[in-house]
């Protein structure tokens, strides 16, 4: 393991949490902002053109030329949907990112275009962040065991395991709230 490699990226599912029911249900998770079909270019081309906050897009496509912040196969994600107040779960990545050119609108204010598979854990699920509260409360803190992240994609290298334990321990919520 690298130095200084996050133990799981955070990542928020759309501007507002439109994308969470669809993550969860599907199984895989996405980013905004279309750079186009990016198979063609290097990956320092990719990262030149990503005008987002901390270039989180070309982190996604694996194209940040400090590879601990780019997200790998194999890297655990915590996904959350803000304004939603829900974390969705725990998962797995399972597959490099994919172009969709004309992705399926679910919001007319976010459009995902990279979209990466992945598997959640056994014992992850949906719970609301009040619940998650109430289990542990530094899961919902300021500090380094903060689970939700205050940005679209944020390295965590908080507790993992206590992470775990407050997700089982809490009670699930129904997806058809989201």
Known sequence: MMSGYPIAHRINAGQNGYFARDWYTRQQISVGHNLGDVSKKTDEEVHDSDPTN?????????????????????????????????????GTVLGKPDYIANPRQLTDEDTHHYWRDITWRPWSKPVTRNELEKEDPRFVETGKDRAFPTSTLERYNGDLTGLKDAIEQTPRIDLNTL
């Open 54 to 90: 901390h270039n989180y897009v070309s982190r996604f496509l694996n194209c940040h030329p400090n590879s601990e912040m780019n997200i790998h196969v194999g890297d655990t994600i915590i996904a959350y949907a803000p304004k939603r107040e829900v974390l969705l779960g725990v």
